[in-house]
């Protein structure tokens, strides 16, 4: 309370003091009522006065914080595959039963498998293993507090970043509780099979075998390719407990067009206990023709190898760098074109895609000479200016003409390209629009438009590739982001005439992977139309079992999951049924199970995982050890806080209780000695 107020607050008691004497003191017989109704008049007086002064008042709160005890969970399906549901279930119920753990800590349950949920309900059920995500998503949500980690696990990742090295940047303690068996069996194992998803015909296509042995005896077995029944390639390897690994590089050939399911096998060891991680089955598609794709530029730029790097991840696309001379000479050998900030020297380029039309996508920035693509082009024209400007993206969810992946654009770093508008005089589809600071515009960024049989995009900024590093930061991989421009590419490249139902589907699926099948629906007048009802049959060609599904809709697609499916081969229809629209395909579902691959405990990484947090590891059967230790753990002391609050005192509801009481008391008062 400042010095101006407590002035305030005087003068304010001088004046109530000085009223209250003014309209007693002279009129009043009696001195006893004359104090009780002059004392009643000045706290009634005063009380109003101070509410127009409104002193602040400091409160001061205490109470006491309770560290958390997080218990991560690892809910995969190797849990239930090494037969650690009831140990796992016993150790729970300990720590939820101890009262002297529940009075220390406050405890939180999550559970994980691919992804991080709070939740303590276990089925066992994922389909892979990512501790690293666990670790990524604990430190966010725990990040200011003290949370010491308990980690059930038997340490089995199946994919993400290693959790080792993650754990490193873990501010908390973890404590990991190894589940399952640590002794050493013997086991050979197919540690990992690289393939291709796309062969071309008449091809060879590579397959890389990498084979481990765990044991300290000299073995020898066979390792083998089966097509159906028949063996393909067979090799003889041998191991002995140093040369305990080996990499087998082979090459097939590609004589049919079609999809096609092998089996890699190693054969097992006599005395082996584990022998599910020694087979995998895989599949390859093989297609006749690739699409080329030509990047042409005339100076060096980061954008060029990730639009190249981008492209190329899928294997049934090649793309070539080229000088514009080079490009010109060639132009016959390319589907698709990418012309990268166009100027003047351009223009061979130009007059040979007017001979020999082709698709093209237009990537321009701070190099780019407007004045002589206005020049060149009729179909749009962009306002001339010499300043350049940073633009962030801006998703329109509308767009129809491909399913745009999720990515988090407002996330990206803005991209450099030349100030001002662009004016299309063909029908044009904006992709993404401008972001200038904090303020959204309706300006063209990315924008796709067909005219004449052609079709072609715009992308209006340069550094691309900044585009593609911050994806990788934000999913851990390039994936999503390889896959908005590789579908970007696909619509420009193709030739095909445009359907009302288009559904997007891969010829074959990884047992572990998620199957998910996404499918647009357009109106008589192509427009997305979000009010359809899609249904998708799907008829396993094996078993013969028919299943339908609903499409859900999210963005501008309609998907649905069928992860829970079975490995198999299957036939499948989509239907609109309002319109009666409907599409067939078919997939293959490959069996192969990533979590019953292990046959122990990764014991090494937990416990360098508990050296790196500064904790400790233990087995089921130790866990009042584990409780024992976070008792007495000087680390994990509760805290007593405080909270100071700056309160107004008009907010202080008593001092208007007191105005009422001692204005209706003086009321009584004066009524029942006659002086009113």
């Not at 796309?198 to 390792?223: D, H, L, M, R, W």
């Not at 087995?619 to 405080?642: G, M, V």
Request: charged fraction near 20%; proline fraction near 3%; glycine fraction near 4%.
């Amino acid at each position: 309370m400042g010095s101006i107020t407590l002035l305030f607050i005087i003068l304010s008691g001088i004046i109530a003091l000085s009223l209250a004497l003014f309209q007693y003191w002279h009129r009043l017989k009696k001195k006893s009522i004359f104090n009780l109704l002059a004392f009643l008049r000045f706290l009634t007086i005063f009380a109003v006065l101070i509410l127009l002064v409104n002193p602040k008042i400091e409160k001061e709160t205490f109470y006491k914080e309770k560290p958390k005890l997080v218990i991560a969970t690892d809910n995969s399906s190797s849990l239930s595959f090494l037969e650690q549901e009831e140990n796992i279930k016993r150790v729970i119920s300990n720590l939820k039963e101890n009262q002297e753990l529940n009075d220390k800590f406050d405890l939180n349950f999550f559970s994980f498998d691919e992804d991080l949920k709070m939740t303590d309900s276990l089925s066992f059920q994922g389909r892979q293993t990512n501790v690293a995500n666990a670790f990524d998503k604990l430190q966010d949500i725990y990040k200011s507090d003290i949370a010491p980690t308990i980690l059930l696990s038997d340490g089995n990742q199946t994919y993400g970043s290693d959790y080792g090295y993650t754990s490193l940047k873990f501010k908390q303690p973890v404590y990991p509780i190894v589940l399952g068996d640590t002794t050493q069996h013997v086991d050979i194992k197919l540690q990992q099979l690289n393939v291709n998803k796309y062969a071309f015909y008449k091809n060879k296509f590579p397959i890389e075998a990498i084979i481990s042995y765990n044991g300290e005896e000299k073995v020898s077995t066979s390792f083998k390719i089966l097509n159906g029944n028949t063996v393909v390639w067979s090799q003889t390897v041998d191991f002995d407990q140093i040369n305990n690994s080996k990499i087998l590089n082979l090459s097939l050939p590609a004589n049919q067009i079609g999809l096609f399911t092998y089996k890699a096998i190693i054969e097992p060891l006599s005395n082996e206990k584990n022998t599910n991680n020694n087979a995998k089955n895989f599949a390859i598609e093989v297609v006749n023709e690739k699409s080329n794709i030509a990047i042409v530029s005339d100076f060096v730029h980061p954008d060029l190898g990730a639009l190249k790097k981008s492209i190329e991840s899928n294997e049934q696309r090649s793309v070539s760098i080229l000088s514009i001379n080079e490009f010109v000479s060639k132009i016959t050998d390319y589907q698709m074109v990418i012309l990268y900030q166009p100027n003047s020297r351009f223009k061979p380029a130009f007059d040979a895609l007017n001979v020999t039309p082709l698709n093209s996508l237009i990537v321009s920035g701070s190099k780019t000479d407007w004045n002589f693509i206005n020049n060149t082009k009729n179909n749009y024209k962009h306002d001339i200016s010499n300043q350049t400007e940073n633009y962030q993206a801006v998703i329109n969810t509308n767009y129809s003409e491909f399913i745009i992946p999720d990515l988090d654009f407002e996330s990206f770093p803005p991209l450099i390209g030349k100030f001002g508008n662009i004016n299309f005089s063909v029908p044009s589809k904006v992709i993404l629009t401008k972001k200038i600071g904090n303020v959204i515009t309706d300006d063209v960024l990315l924008a796709t438009l067909e005219y004449n049989s052609r079709r072609e995009a715009l992308l209006l900024g340069e550094n691309i590739w900044q585009w593609r590093a911050q994806s990788f930061l934000n999913q851990g991989s390039f994936d999503q982001f390889d896959d908005f421009i590789g579908k970007l590419v696909q619509y420009l490249a193709s030739k095909k005439r445009r359907e009302r139902l288009n559904v997007e589907f891969e010829s074959f699926y990884n047992g572990s992977s998620n199957v998910v099948i996404s499918a647009q629906y357009f109106n008589t007048t192509y427009e997305f139309d979000n009010r359809e009802n899609l249904i998708i049959n799907v008829t396993d060609d094996i078993s013969g079992e028919k299943k339908s599904y609903p499409f859900i809709l999210k963005n501008n697609s309609y998907q649905v999951d069928l992860s829970s499916l079975p490995a198999s081969d299957y036939r499948f229809t989509v239907t609109a049924t309002n319109s009666n629209i409907s599409k067939s395909g078919s997939f293959k579902i490959i069996a192969y199970n990533i979590e019953e691959q292990f046959l122990n405990a990764n014991m090494s990484k937990l416990q360098t995982v508990a050296s790196n947090t500064n904790g400790n590891t233990y087995f089921p059967d130790k866990t009042d050890d584990l409780i024992d230790d976070l008792l007495n753990d000087s680390r994990f002391a509760i805290i007593e806080k405080s909270t100071k609050n700056t309160v107004p005192l008009i907010d202080w509801k008593y001092l208007l209780a007191l105005i009422a009481i001692c204005l209706t008391s003086e009321w009584f008062i004066r009524k029942y000695n006659g002086l009113i």
